[in-house]
């Protein structure tokens, strides 16, 4: 930033309803709490927003009391670099670290991208979750979906073979990736993805708890598996080699689009395919997941499409194709 004043740093919770409800192996909710930084300097204002996890173990107070302990920080000068020392991954840093990002291009006129020296994003296909449930009722939602190109299928465990066939029925001409959320077990991963491979499944998406993979190692994998839950930043990709095929990079995991800007570019060196994922958020968390795009194979980012309102200047949606930010909203 070109300027010698230091930003001054608001934090707030707030609480967006969700379109009915969002339900995946570890429970359903019917809001979407976020945490959102906001960084002004002079005429200048940055915003980032953050979704913290309880599978983490985070909360939204913890978040919210981590982005106040910056303020010292930032009036001695901290920048985004020392930021990622001077917080661990996750959430809150996600939050401020975008919201950083935006005020610097802000207050240098350009936009985020050309901060990275990265290619403009474009327009994109994103995925559309259908939530987990009976599988009459996946194929009931799937229908309603099934002009969209790519749907995203929460998996649960048992009976996931009947959910992913009824999916396929309902959508024969989607791609489907699918996400289990860490659900499934050594004893039935070869015949959930034996099913997933019957029903066309391009990904499946963290079949195995974190920490208890082993067995994706010793099995032939008939489709590609991406980690999410097993993967956090760089730090984390090593231990991927000979269990996963993709890596689903979060912002809220990585702690922030620095990361997770040299993180792509790691996982890609390693030989792993990419996928841009989301938490369910308003269009300000997705917004600077969009420079991510373009290492992408797979891009989740329907964060506002499952919401009852998105806020104001939010990205544009047109079906799932999904369109860069304004600088009104971000970057």
């Known amino acids: 930033m070109n300027s010698l004043i230091a930003p001054e740093l608001t934090g707030r919770i707030e609480r967006w309803p969700i379109a009915g409800a969002f339900t995946i192996s570890r429970g359903a909710k019917t809001e979407a709490i976020v945490v959102v930084a906001e960084l002004r300097c002079g005429d200048h204002v940055g915003r980032g927003e953050c979704v913290p996890y309880a599978r983490y173990g985070e909360t939204p107070e913890a978040a919210l009391a981590a982005l106040e302990a910056m303020r010292a920080p930032l009036a001695g000068g901290l920048d985004r670099t020392a930021l990622q020392a001077a917080m661990q991954p996750g959430a809150a840093r996600n939050a401020l670290d975008c919201a950083l990002v ?13 901060l990275f020296g ?3 994003p474009s327009s994109t296909t994103t995925a559309y979750t259908i939530s987990l449930g009976m599988p009459e009722a996946m194929a009931e939602a799937t229908c309603k979906a099934a ?51 019957d029903a066309g499944v391009t990904l499946v998406e963290q079949p195995l ?7 994706l190692g010793a099995i032939a994998r008939p489709i590609a598996v991406c980690a999410d839950e097993s993967v956090h930043d760089r730090t984390s990709l090593a231990a991927l080699r000979g269990r996963y ?19 792509a570019q790691d996982a890609q060196a390693l030989g792993l ?14 917004a600077p997941a969009m420079l991510l795009t373009p290492f992408a194979r797979f891009v989740d980012l329907d964060g506002p499409l499952l919401l009852a309102r998105d806020r104001d200047d939010g ?3 047109d079906g799932s194709t999904v369109y860069p930010p304004e600088p009104a909203l971000w970057g």
């Open 102 to 114: 935006d005020l610097e291009a802000k207050m240098s006129g350009k936009r985020a991208w050309e």
């Open 118 to 120: 990265s290619a403009a």
């Open 209 to 215: 708890p974190a920490g208890r993979d082993e067995a």
């Open 147 to 197: 002009s969209r190109p790519l749907l995203k299928i929460k998996l649960g465990g048992d009976g996931d073979d009947a959910r992913i066939a009824a999916v396929r029925r309902a959508a024969p001409n989607a791609e489907l990736i699918v996400d289990a959320n860490e659900a499934w077990t050594p004893d039935n991963l070869a015949r959930n993805l034996a099913a997933c491979a």
């Open 273 to 286: 395919q990419i996928m841009v994922g989301c938490m369910v958020a308003t269009s300000l968390a997705m």
């Open 315 to 317: 990205l544009r949606y």
């Open 245 to 263: 095929d993709a890596v689903n990079i979060k912002l809220d995991k990585t702690g922030g689009l620095t990361e997770a800007m040299a993180m």
